[in-house]
């Protein structure tokens, strides 16, 4: 999980807090699902177990986790994101303010265009070009309470899979910023029909080896959502 990647020492409690809120905001560990094993995680974090069990505690209390012990036991996340409406889709753009916004969209529209440029001009191996395709296939069959989450992972995958870690954790930093304002947005049918034939787009150009078409792919299907949102909210 790139999202899970190791922290700083300086900040190893904050940082270990976001890097597990991000896990979970992006639905990389599903509603329902447990953490890695207490051992492998705080390995993959680069962290001490004491300063996990300390993270872990501190989403406990706010209601990220639920910690259960035994053999059976773990930490569970139990955030399930709200329902989107148009009054939730306005709250959240007053509370980000439109300047951050702007910025928050346009970070995104970098960073995931450069990534699909990037993974399309390198050549898939085999191996890739599954992972990818199957990506897309689980989005393609999500139901639309895991609608969200399978976009996110196939969102990601394509950075994921460029090989590069800090781009990797570019992108993942570039959807949770505008995480809330996706989940706000109102999913309709037409809506998600149009995103599956972008997000097909996407993989063709990128399998192809066009980093031209891979950009105008994701630029297209990006510039897409923000007409959405400005639509729910004029």
Do not use: W
């Not at 599903?30 to 993959?44: I, M, S, T, Y």
């Not at 990220?64 to 996340?77: E, H, P, Q």
């Not at 928050?104 to 990534?115: D, I, P, S, W």
């Amino acid at each position: 999980m790139t999202v899970l990647r190791p922290v700083r020492a300086g900040n190893a409690f904050e940082e270990t807090v976001e890097r597990l809120l991000q896990a979970i905001k992006l639905g990389v560990v599903a509603p329902g699902e447990k953490l890695p094993p207490e051992r492998e995680l705080a390995v993959q974090l680069g962290i001490s177990r004491v300063t996990l069990r300390d993270a872990i505690r501190a989403l406990q209390e706010a209601g990220y986790l639920d910690v259960r012990r035994g053999r059976y036991g773990g930490a569970f996340v139990i955030y399930v994101p709200p329902t989107p409406g148009a009054a939730d889709l306005r709250k959240v753009v007053a509370d980000m303010g439109a300047a951050d916004l702007a910025d928050a969209l346009t970070f995104r529209m970098a960073v995931e265009c450069g990534a699909a440029q990037v993974l399309a001009a390198s050549g898939l191996t085999p191996l890739q070009r599954a992972t990818l395709e199957r990506r897309l296939s689980d989005l393609d069959e999500a139901s639309l309470a895991d609608y969200r989450r399978l976009d996110t992972a196939f969102h990601l995958s394509i950075a994921e899979l460029t090989g590069s870690s800090l781009l990797a954790a570019a992108c993942a930093d570039a959807r949770l910023r505008v995480s809330d304002l996706l989940d706000a947005i109102p999913m309709l049918q037409a809506n998600l029909d149009h995103a599956a034939a972008q997000h097909r787009a996407m993989v063709t150009a990128i399998v192809s080896g066009d980093p031209e078409a891979a950009r105008c792919a994701v630029a297209e299907h990006l510039e897409g959502t923000a007409a959405l949102l400005r639509a729910f909210l004029s």
